[in-house]
């Protein structure tokens, strides 16, 4: 039986079989405790190995980290914390752990862990991390499933670039040592496994426009790369990402589902990990008394998911952003780092100005300029700003970014020639545009940014099982 339904279940004197990891043990000859997880729950469950019960040579293989099955009756517990126990009377270990385990019962930094990605999940931070990222995923699909959307798997191996920022992986059957040549030198893609040059998907979009402009409501949930060199705290080299697309939807329609959207599935996983979440909580207020008075966040962690959900986002577009920003305290004083102007790609120092400082609340960014965002957003009237949105989120900067999709085929060509894409690599995509085109709208939301908010941590590489970041892929 998992842990999580033994602490449950009322102690009768019913056998049972605890099978799980050693977390510690503690006592001396006369009785032993041992706590035990099985990942089912934060929570451990003891087992007291009584003086004559247990053989001692087998005892002594218990240790922390190794992995045990225990037997025996479970009694009420008189220890506090915790209402059953097992009074142990067979143990078996599987696997036995030496000192050298390194997820020893002490505090131990997020960089060392990081080093040791195929042992972390032994511990409390990492369990309580990836039951809640599950959690999440199943709410996103939930979400989706219960609002009348079908999930479309887009490939993953693409030929297109889809945000046309060029900073794709290559993916490739030659030898590179000796790739076969063009008569004028350059590599001969058309002898390559796909007859042409292809890479790793950074956007499941276009192709879920196309389904979305038959299904009408469609959604993707898969991983996508990124070949940028961006050593940051919120970047991945492959990460995971939500796509909804929706014919009929115009920028406020996308506006409103992202809203929903991430306040249920956030909801959810204060409705389902509440244990996991006090346990982020309590680890959260440890970290923030080693910090100065002034840098510690005012609300706590389930304070902050609770305020994300109660509250509306804060809606503006691009254009009062930077008049806020102009004024803005740390602009006058030159505290930015970035200049600001209209224009500018908003930096992440800016974004969180917005958002910690100004409004104190999440922010939808709308109707950016044209320049810096992807061609295939829908042109505002005034030719200068599109149908874009961004939604910015405390500690984070950018968790969403979507829009209204250009759905005028003569204004999607010349974008598309504009900003340099072959119209002839991406015939189907403005097809669709001649074919009974419709107005439609989505956005993508960064799976490990949400997971990143939800739990509190502060590293992207903290939520994902094994994060491919520059010059790291090692798991
Ligand atoms: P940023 O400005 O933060 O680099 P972006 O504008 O390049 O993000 P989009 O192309 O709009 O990102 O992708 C949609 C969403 O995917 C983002 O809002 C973010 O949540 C997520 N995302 C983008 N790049 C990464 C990355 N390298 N690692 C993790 N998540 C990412
Ligand atoms: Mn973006």
Redesign the pocket.
């Known amino acids: 039986m998992q842990i999580k339904e033994l602490l449950k279940q009322s102690p009768s004197e019913q056998e049972v079989t605890v099978k799980g990891w050693v977390r510690t043990k503690r006592g001396q000859a006369a009785v032993t405790f041992i706590a035990i997880n099985d990942g089912s729950t934060i929570h451990n469950i003891q087992a007291v190995a009584e003086g004559g019960l247990i053989d001692e040579e087998t005892l002594k293989l218990v240790s922390t980290g190794a992995c045990v099955a225990v037997t025996g009756k479970l009694i009420a517990s008189l220890g506090s914390g915790q209402a059953v126990e097992v009074k142990a009377e067979k143990v078996v270990v599987y696997g036995t752990a030496d000192e050298t385990f390194p997820m020893q019962p002490k505090k131990h930094s997020m960089e060392f862990l990081r080093e040791k990605a195929h042992l972390r999940f032994r511990t409390n931070t990492f369990g309580a991390i990836f039951r809640i990222r599950h959690v999440l995923a199943f709410a996103v699909h939930k979400y989706f499933n219960d609002n009348g959307f079908f999930n479309l798997h887009t490939p993953i191996i693409t030929a297109s670039d889809a945000?046309g920022a060029g900073e794709m992986f290559h993916v490739t059957n030659f030898d590179m040592e000796k790739p076969p040549r063009a008569e004028d030198g350059s590599i001969d893609y058309s002898q390559d496994f796909f007859g042409r040059q292809t890479s790793l998907t950074?956007?499941g979009q276009l192709e879920g426009e196309l389904g979305a402009l038959a299904l009408s409501k469609i959604y993707t949930f898969g991983p996508t790369f990124?070949a940028?060199n961006?050593n940051t705290t919120?970047?991945?080299?492959e990460?995971w990402?939500i796509e909804p697309e929706v014919a009929f939807y115009e920028l406020e329609d996308n506006m409103n589902l992202a809203e929903d959207f991430v306040q249920t599935v956030i909801k959810y996983a204060l409705e389902n990990c509440a244990d996991d979440l006090a346990f982020l909580e309590k680890r959260l207020l440890e970290e923030e008394k080693n910090k100065p008075q002034n840098e510690r966040s005012e609300l706590s962690l389930i304070e902050k998911l609770k305020f994300v959900i109660e509250n509306q986002f804060q809606r503006l577009t691009y254009t009062e952003a930077i008049d806020i920003l102009v004024r803005s305290k740390p602009h006058k004083e030159k505290k930015f780092q970035y200049p600001v102007e209209w224009g500018i790609d908003l930096q992440s120092e800016h974004e969180r100005y917005l958002v910690e400082k100004h409004f104190k609340k999440p922010v939808i960014l709308t109707n950016y300029p044209k320049d810096i965002k992807a061609f295939y957003m829908k042109l505002d009237d005034d030719n200068k700003t599109v149908r874009a949105m961004?939604v910015l989120f405390p500690g984070i900067?950018?968790?969403?970014?979507g829009s209204q999709r250009e759905d005028d085929y003569e204004k999607l060509l010349s974008r598309t020639k504009e900003v340099g894409i072959d119209p002839e690599n991406i015939w189907w995509y403005l097809e669709t545009r001649k074919f009974g085109s419709a107005p439609h709208a989505g956005f993508?939301?960064?799976f490990?940014?949400l997971v990143l908010f939800v739990t509190g941590m502060t590293n992207?590489r903290d939520v994902i099982p094994f994060p491919r970041t520059p010059k790291s892929a090692e798991f």
């Open positions: 945000e950074v956007s990124r940028e961006s919120r970047h991945l080299a990460f990402m961004d900067g950018e968790i969403i970014g993508g939301l960064g490990e940014r992207i």
